[in-house]
């Protein structure tokens, strides 16, 4: 017998890590290998503490600007994505850079620079400040893009020319936020062009879905994320709207036993950057102070895989 609380987890699936935070991970990983360190890395490779320091640990160095990198040394640019001046100003210098862009992010900067060759505006829905948003507004001439972050934004622009409009997105969005803020871009420009196909990406749109899917029975809801990464932040946002009192932790030491009081079924999620070794982790604190339970959680099946650049695998 044991004089712990039962405690019933949830563990949303699919959660964490997706294929493009796997691919740069792979990437820093395999410049170690082939050129041995260090390895330069400019930004966080992906939005969590621990795999930065996992990485440092093997010789990545983490800088936040190419002018920070030696001559003589490679040099892995974020999944994030960079702006076209960070890779041609590394060309200058004759750097060896590796691009570790998720290539659903790339396929976001190519759609923005059709639509300047085709003359229009683009409206980008996204968080000023995150480094996918500076990426994507690198790849195009300055005034060509503008921000729309909330509702009362789309609501608010007056284009110079509303018939040459576009919009594309951040790729880790609020699924819903999202939805309303391009249904008022459309009511507001009726000859907008909408993007051939979705830009949140496969991994977001699941792990939300994931979220609303068990968040109806749960008391409250664990992220793993961190608190820079907008893919956790916004899966704290789901469950919350979903009816579960939700907290983003980094890792198991970060689990608060007061908050959890009351709870008898609690949810657990990981955002994109988040490895499966935090979720256990996070599990085994709790299993510190209750007799914790997994209920086993059906979900889709996800099979992406990206390439890795023909460099290290040649
Ligand atoms: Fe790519 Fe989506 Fe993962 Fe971002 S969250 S790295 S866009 S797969």
Redesign the pocket.
Known sequence: MTDKPPLTLLIAAPRGF????D??IRIVELALERYGAPVYVRHEI?HNKFVVEELKAQGAVFVRELDEVPDGVPVVFS??GVPKIVPARAEERGLNYLDAT????SKVHRQAERLIEQGRHILFIGHEGHP?VVGTFGQVPEGRMTLIETAEDAEAIEPADPTQLAFLTQ??LSVDDTAEIVAILRRRFPLIQVPRSEDI????SNRQAAVKAIAGRCDAMLVIGASNSS?SLRLVEVAERAGARAMLVARGHDVDFRWLGGVRTLGITAG??APEVLVREVVERLAERFEVSEEPVEGVEEN?V?KLPRALVA
């Not at 997706?18 to 935070?21: F, I, L, T």
């Open positions: 997706c294929a493009g935070v691919r740069a992906v999944a994030h998720c290539p659903l992010v996918e790729t880790t990406c496969y991994a977001t893919n994109a950057s992406m990206f």
